[in-house]
């Protein structure tokens, strides 16, 4: 575990603590430059950790802090979700798989985030789930399906009751933001089904379905 603090930090609002965890992509050429702009002043924004493709992992902010990484949002009906969460940046483009040191050091992060902080499984996100239309990261190429098969995320099994209608399902899985439906199955897909095409399906009025199907 590397450090190089930032200074785009502060407390967290309203005696809240981290029961969140969101997965990012850095978007840019390679993790010093993604580090350099994480810890600039002028560029405002931070993430508690930052992932390089070969596995090593630096930490900027303390997780007892509130880090600015979520920005606009929402997660099961709750706002400000840095002050709910801990931000994780992996080094990737966007474009390109998430290599397996990178994916054994985010498993060992969430392992322990997830023993320090009452954050279930069900609570590890993209930054696509609570901002859709807005953001699309960690993108169609994270595995997702690979944290559900190790606990860190999920759940993986729907619940009898699951409704039949897609926004309802939605709501109950957690996508509670305020968008239109075409923006609410893009941005479930993403997370859950990427290579889906076409309407509303009954597949996606199941969103927590076995993810390990992802893998198929």
């Not at 930032?6 to 010093?32: E, F, K, Q």
């Not at 350099?36 to 924004?45: F, H, I, Q, T, Y």
């Not at 940046?89 to 054994?104: K, S, V």
């Not at 279930?120 to 990261?137: L, N």
Request: proline letters at 8%; a neutral charge; hydrophobic letters at 40%.
């Amino acid at each position: 575990m590397h450090s190089r603090p930032s200074p785009n930090c502060g407390a967290r609002r309203s005696g809240l603590t981290p029961h969140i965890v969101v997965l990012h992509y850095t978007a840019m050429a390679d993790a010093a430059a993604a580090l350099d702009r994480l810890c600039d002043p002028s560029a405002e924004v931070s993430a508690h950790y930052l992932i390089d493709r070969w596995g090593e992992v630096t930490q900027m902010v303390d997780e007892k802090d509130r880090a600015w990484h979520a920005g606009a949002g929402e997660w099961r009906g709750l706002g400000d979700i840095n002050s709910r969460s801990v931000g994780i940046e992996l080094d990737n483009t966007g474009r390109h798989p998430f290599p397996e040191p990178q994916m054994a050091a985010l498993e060992d992060l969430l392992t322990g985030i997830l023993a320090r902080h009452p954050i279930a499984p069900g609570d590890v996100i993209g930054h696509s789930d609570m901002a859709p239309g807005r953001k699309s990261d960690p993108g169609p190429r994270f595995d997702w399906a690979r944290l559900a098969r190790r606990g860190l995320a999920g759940p993986v099994v729907p619940p009898a009751d699951m409704p039949r209608d897609f926004r309802t399902a939605a709501r109950a899985a957690g996508f509670t933001a305020d968008v239109d439906e075409k923006t609410l199955l893009t941005a479930t897909r993403l997370r859950f089904a990427p290579w889906r095409q076409g309407p509303v399906c009954d597949a996606d009025c199941r969103l927590w379905y076995d993810v390990g199907n992802a893998a198929r």
